[in-house]
Nanobody, 119 residues
Framework: QVQLVESGGGTVQPGGSLRLSCAAS????????MSWYRQAPRNVRELVAI????????NYAHSVKGRFTISRDNALNTVYLQMNSLKPEDTAVYYC????????????WGQGTQVTVSS
């Protein structure tokens, strides 16, 4: 079955950096676009970034453009989210998602990893 396991979350000061990883298994990773979503308390889950199956196309939410970078390693079945210049409003649970598009998520989600940006 599809498994997505996120890691790399934590607490960081404003202006700091974190790198999230999502290890995928149970499907042919290289055939699917991969996304990162986030959900803050009392907010809806929102798309943060998406990368094409080959890794040659990416798209970002306006709020993170220029600060976050999504990448993938198809040999390792892993997708990453490098987050720089973090802000308190980036605080959320971050989720990995498989097989979606820019407009709709895929059916498979990870368990999420908490990112807290606080001084």
């Amino acid at each position: 079955q599809v498994q997505l396991v996120e890691s790399g979350g934590g607490t960081v000061q404003p202006g700091g950096s974190l790198r999230l990883s999502c290890a995928a298994s149970g499907f042919t990773f290289s055939r699917y676009a991969m996304s990162w979503y986030r959900q803050a308390p009392r907010n809806v889950r929102e798309l943060v970034a998406i990368i094409s199956s080959a890794g040659d196309s990416t798209n970002y939410a306006h709020s993170v453009k220029g600060r976050f970078t999504i990448s993938r390693d198809n040999a390792l079945n892993t997708v990453y989210l490098q987050m720089n210049s973090l802000k308190p409003e980036d605080t959320a649970v971050y989720y990995c998602n498989a097989g979606g598009t820019y407009y709709y998520p895929g059916a498979s989600w990870g368990q999420g990893t908490q990112v807290t940006v606080s001084s």
